[in-house]
């Protein structure tokens, strides 16, 4: 049988497709603007057809603006009945009165309009003539309005109040009259073709709308083998992939997959990348809307859009919905946080409470959101039956960092020095997005250098752009070189004589960022939990820079000021939240984030209380400044070589520092060391 011809839209809208059948063009990439829907999946879910009209927008507009000029040209041409001549009160008008000549006059204000009995010519003689019975004049204030009565009367020319207008024709009635009432029908129906084609809030229609981002099976590109390092909450959500694959196994055994998921870890874990993984995992249309999104300054619309989310998604079932930043309308509520309980933000969080309580486990519509403080978030919504499960991304240790690089440099061609294990050891304390940072800063770094490839001196020297600051060029005298220069060696020599303190890998006096030099220290792995030794070497660490300039100057500078706020941090913190004073004793009296005290197992603290974490806080602090001073005064040998040397250097490495000071470098671990080391500690005997 021969194949039929395609008609007209279909050769439009296959024309300009990509080659693959099986990769539907994105609508936003169509030249023709249609959205064009993958095939079948599987489900019965059948593909949507592409609309036959096209975007009528500019068009709409050029139809508009033409109608309007064809509608004022007409209207100029159209004649509103036979031309008037205009003639002077005195003598004409008058003159004619009184011969009779005048049959009927009209008058609005000083404005006469008339009719002669016979054709009269204005002016009399001349080139520009005219010959008409219709005529009009004004009446000049200051004339005689009785006499002239009296001449209309003596006329019997008959006196209208209001002046006689021409009627105009049925074309141009109907083009003046109707033309407001037919623009405005036409720019109703531009705006609600608009809405359509914009979707969900979009338009003047689209004002109660979600505004939901949807990516469709076909469009998710993003699996679990795009996230790495966060092994633990990839296999707390393959359930959740699971069931909405294969829903049947779990149903026949009374099974009921959690409603809500919810995603807490620090900013940069991965949790919107999670999200969309679990998504393009599960194969199933994903909506993804932040919570502020939701709020409006009008009550009522945030509910409304929560309503049409909802709805989109059941519709789409087996479907995904991500909120991210939760807590901007899931704090807790309190008794005064409202008033009368019709704010806008708390009308959104009951209508989300709602939705999620009112889901019928077979429709298979999950809620995934992310927030980064799950601690405030209201009691409601954690409840079982909601966000029933809740998933915390930690930062990734050595080997979760190892594969994080793995995924972030599959595209970035690799010098043959690149080593992947070493790159891992040494960003302790770096997230997903750190790390994917860092990864193109060294590709940009490498593209500055003219690299064929990238490096293993651009991923170091980015790390220290990352986590130093960019080298600024500033002009310096020696003495404050020199100050500088004892300021980072007093830094340094401290962490190196501190039991415990973690080693110093750099000490620069180049200025970067806001710091005229710079002390980096780190720990050789990683640590997830710290004793009161450790705490208090970086006490004592951080009060070394102020403490070498007073002995060698005797007096102060503001340089020490992040290190003031840095220490006193450590230790208000040791005080109020871990502990660590015998004075306070194991009760918690400071919040976690230092918001305020509205939190978990915290309160409003006394007076008393307040004076007395303020002192333990000071001889906290006073006492490791005792034993700075007293380190520092013993080896002032040692202090002036690492001055000399960075005087003469400006920036002395790890094995440079310590061969200068004359203290014995700790014993590095080896990369695979640390793997090993950590790997041993996640498998269970």
């Not at 405005?184 to 689209?206: C, E, H, P, S």
């Not at 989310?309 to 409202?338: C, H, M, N, V, Y």
Request: aromatic share 6%; hydrophobic share 40%; glycine share 8%.
């Amino acid at each position: 049988m021969a194949e039929q011809p395609p008609n007209r839209d279909d050769r439009e809208a296959t024309k300009e497709r990509p080659s693959s059948p099986t990769t539907p063009r994105p609508d936003h990439e169509h030249p023709k603007g249609w959205r064009v829907q993958p095939a079948p999946d599987g489900r019965g879910m059948p593909p949507q057809k592409p609309p036959g009209l096209r975007s009528l927008g500019p068009r709409f507009i050029w139809f508009v603006v033409i109608l309007l000029a064809i509608n004022l040209w007409i209207s100029s041409l159209i004649p509103s009945g036979h031309e008037r001549i205009r003639v002077p009160y005195s003598p004409t008008f008058l003159t004619e009165v009184k011969q009779g000549n005048v049959k009927s006059i009209s008058s609005r204000g000083e404005t006469i309009q008339g009719e002669f009995q016979h054709e009269f010519k204005y002016p009399p003689t001349g080139k520009g003539s005219k010959v008409s019975k219709l005529f009009d004049t004004e009446v000049p204030t200051f004339a005689n309005t009785d006499a002239l009565t009296a001449a209309l009367q003596a006329g019997n020319v008959q006196v209208n109040a209001k002046p006689a207008e021409a009627g105009r024709s049925f074309i141009a009635n109907l083009l003046l009259g109707f033309g407001p009432t037919l623009l405005l029908v036409g720019l109703f129906i531009w705006f609600a073709r608009r809405a359509a084609r914009q979707g969900a809030g979009g338009g003047l229609m689209g004002f109660g709308r979600s505004g939901a981002r949807r990516v469709e099976p076909s469009e998710q590109t993003v699996t679990f083998e795009d996230v790495a390092g966060i092994d633990e909450a990839k296999q707390e959500l393959t359930e959740i992939v699971d069931f909405l694959r294969n829903p049947d196994k779990y149903r026949r055994l009374g099974g009921r997959i959690p409603r809500g998921v919810l995603l807490s870890g620090a900013p940069g874990t991965g949790k919107t990348l999670l999200a969309r993984a679990v998504a393009g995992q599960a194969h199933a249309p994903f909506f993804s809307i932040s919570a502020s999104e939701f709020v409006e300054a009008i009550v009522g619309v945030g509910a409304s859009r929560v309503r049409d989310l909802f709805k989109q998604a059941k519709e789409a079932a087996p479907a995904i919905i991500f909120i991210d930043e939760l807590d901007a309308i899931g704090r807790a509520r309190t008794a005064g946080s409202s008033f009368g309980g019709n704010d806008e933000r708390e009308q959104t969080l009951n209508q989300i409470l709602t939705e999620m309580d009112g889901f019928d486990p077979a429709i298979g519509v999950i809620v995934l959101a992310a927030t980064n403080r799950p601690e405030i978030l209201d009691a409601a919504l954690l409840r079982p039956g909601r966000f029933d499960r809740r998933v915390t991304l930690q930062p990734p240790d050595a080997a979760g960092r190892r594969k994080i690089l793995a995924v972030h440099t599959r595209s970035v061609p690799l010098a043959a020095d690149v080593d992947l294990d070493t790159l891992a050891a040494t960003t302790i304390g770096m997230v997903g997005a750190d790390i994917a940072n860092l990864v193109n800063e060294a590709a940009l770094m490498a593209a500055r250098r003219e690299h064929d490839e990238v490096t293993m001196s651009d991923f170091t020297d980015a790390l220290e752009r990352l986590v130093l600051g960019s080298e600024r060029k500033i002009v310096q005298t020696e003495a404050d070189r020199e100050r500088t220069a004892y300021h980072e060696s007093g830094h340094a020599l401290v962490g190196m004589l501190t039991p415990g303190a973690d080693p110093v890998r750099k000490v620069s006096i180049i200025p970067r960022g806001p710091a005229l030099g710079v002390t980096l220290s780190s720990p050789s792995a990683d640590r997830f939990s710290y004793d009161i030794g450790y705490l208090l070497g970086r006490i004592k660490v951080a009060l070394a820079g102020r403490a070498a300039e007073r002995l060698v100057y005797g007096d102060y500078t503001t340089g020490a000021e992040a290190d003031l706020e840095q220490l006193t941090r450590i230790a208000r913190q040791m005080v109020g939240r871990w502990g660590m004073s015998d004075a306070i004793g194991p009760v918690a009296v400071i919040p976690r984030d230092g918001s305020g005290p509205l939190l978990p197992g915290t309160s409003e603290v006394s007076e008393e209380t307040q004076r007395l974490i303020d002192e333990e806080v000071r001889r906290l602090v006073e006492r490791c400044d005792e034993d700075v001073r007293r380190v520092l005064s013993a080896n002032r040998d040692k202090l002036d070589a690492l001055v000399r040397a960075l005087m003469e250097h400006e920036t002395l490495d790890e094995a440079e520092a310590y061969e200068v000071a004359g203290v014995v470098r700790p014993a590095p671990q080896a990369p695979d060391e640390q793997l090993e080391t950590v790997a041993r500690a996640r498998t269970p005997e």
